[in-house]
């Protein structure tokens, strides 16, 4: 089945730090969702994006589909963008099915 | 708002004793899903309606079973629970197959 690897696994940075975080997968895809789960356990949908761009005012998320990598930007973090960031795709065979990768912790201190 | 709903939110049962998580959702979507994740684990997909379709993943284990008697309801039953099933139980929902999956809050289960 299709492989999805995070990196990194653990990012800790000061408040109004920006990071990057990525998404590689081994496979074809034609979904391809950034999921934040908070402290409580709620996945939050950040964006669906099997390719292109897209910008939701401090996030945004670029995915490569010939390369097979996403990329999830975080601007100016606050300490409410503290959790997990889950990447999740569907492969083009059986695209009802995620396959999550294993995260990044985020930790933001004030 | 339009939403997932599960409950309860905090499930306590004992080893072996049947049990039943609850999920409903308002967005009027065709597909809803389960996902067990264990601590510090990614979610894992169990099983999904597609409609009234069942799609069971093939190392879902016999213990772990659902139910959809309409669209808006969607109940995992575990048979015999044991201490290896205690976990965060997350529904989702989508319009489609691929389409954006929305999750509720999730059921937190704790075996005894």
């Known amino acids: 089945g299709i492989q999805v690897e995070q990196s990194p696994p653990d990012l800790i940075l000061q408040e109004g730090a920006n990071s990057t975080l990525r998404c590689n997968f081994s496979?074809?895809?034609?979904?391809l969702q950034w999921f934040h789960q908070n402290p409580w356990g709620q996945l939050i949908n950040l964006f669906y994006i099997p390719s292109g761009t897209k910008q939701n005012g401090r996030l945004s998320a670029t995915t490569v589909a010939t390369e097979r990598y996403s990329l999830l930007y975080i601007s100016s973090s606050q300490t409410t963008d503290s959790g997990v960031y889950f990447c999740?795709?569907?492969?083009?065979?059986?695209?009802?099915?995620?396959?999550f990768g294993q995260g990044t912790r985020l930790t933001i201190n004030p | 708002d339009a939403m997932v709903i599960q409950n309860p939110r905090y499930q306590v049962t004992q080893f072996g004793k049947p049990v039943t998580l609850s999920c409903s959702q308002t967005l009027n979507h065709n597909v809803m899903y389960w996902y067990q994740q264990k601590s510090s684990q990614a979610p894992k997909l169990l099983f999904h309606y597609y409609d009234k379709d069942f799609n069971n993943e093939a190392d879902t284990p016999d213990n772990f079973q659902s139910r959809r008697p309409n669209t808006s309801f969607c109940f995992l039953d575990i048979r015999s629970p044991g201490l290896g099933d205690a976990a965060m139980y997350l529904c989702?929902?989508?319009?489609?197959?691929?389409?954006?999956?929305?999750f509720g809050p999730g059921t937190r289960l704790l075996v005894l």
């Open positions: 999740a795709v569907g492969a083009t065979q059986g695209a009802q099915k995620l396959v």
């Open positions: 496979d074809s895809v034609n979904n």
């Open positions: 989702a929902t989508s319009l489609g197959g691929v389409e954006t999956q929305y």
